[in-house]
């Protein structure tokens, strides 16, 4: 038996965590991910531009998704919180480029507005 029921992953070490939440955790079955923030690991900076933090936010998924040993092609389903509907058509041309660049892409997707 295992010391600890699941897998946890960080890989976005240098990204202040806000709270005490993991960045994503292994189930047995099924992989999840927190949600991400547009906030460039590296440095710390977040981009003015909604396409590029849609890009962002994804290359952050992504980091979270091969830590765990799978591949952005293995996602099942992501969900999108968009403040502005009219920043909608570039949010999903990000995900349009993340997804078909992607073996196996693409995935499914369920955008929300509030």
């Known amino acids: 038996m295992k010391d600890k029921p699941y897998d946890y992953y960080h890989p976005l070490t240098r990204l202040l965590l806000s709270g005490p939440y993991v960045q994503g955790v292994n189930l047995g079955a099924m992989t999840i991910t927190s949600g991400q923030l547009p906030i460039n690991p ?37 969900t999108v919180f968009v403040k502005d509907l009219a920043d909608f058509a570039a949010i999903n041309a990000a995900y349009e480029a993340f997804l078909y660049r992607t073996p196996g892409g693409p995935f499914r997707r369920a955008p929300v507005w509030r």
């Open 42 to 78: 590296l440095d710390g900076t977040m981009p003015e531009d909604i396409a590029e933090q849609a890009r962002q936010s994804l290359e952050n998924v992504k980091a979270i998704v091969e830590a765990a040993g799978l591949t952005v092609g293995q996602i099942v389903k992501t």
